[in-house]
């Protein structure tokens, strides 16, 4: 979610891969590494057991590929466990 803390500094963290334009092999050298992070967020008043986390954070990685990839996608949602 853009604005927050937590995405700002994921969002930081793919800027900083795509600055070392690391070449990408197998895509000739126009092409470059980039990154896709999912995340989640854990309240701890909340309790959620570590596989609903995980599963947040994977469903949020894979709509940060299906957006356009080289992005960030943070679940922030609270979840009751």
């Not at 570590?50 to 960030?72: C, E, I, P, Q, V």
């Amino acid at each position: 979610m853009a604005g927050t803390c937590r995405s700002g500094f994921l969002t930081g963290v793919v800027a900083a891969v795509a600055a070392r334009a690391l070449p990408h092999p197998g895509v000739g050298a126009t092409r470059h590494v980039t990154i896709s992070i999912g995340a989640a967020s854990l309240n701890p008043d909340c309790p959620e057991d570590a596989a609903s986390l995980l599963l947040r954070a994977d469903a949020a990685l894979y709509r940060a590929k299906r957006n356009g990839r080289d992005r960030t996608e943070v679940d922030l949602r609270v979840v009751n466990g």
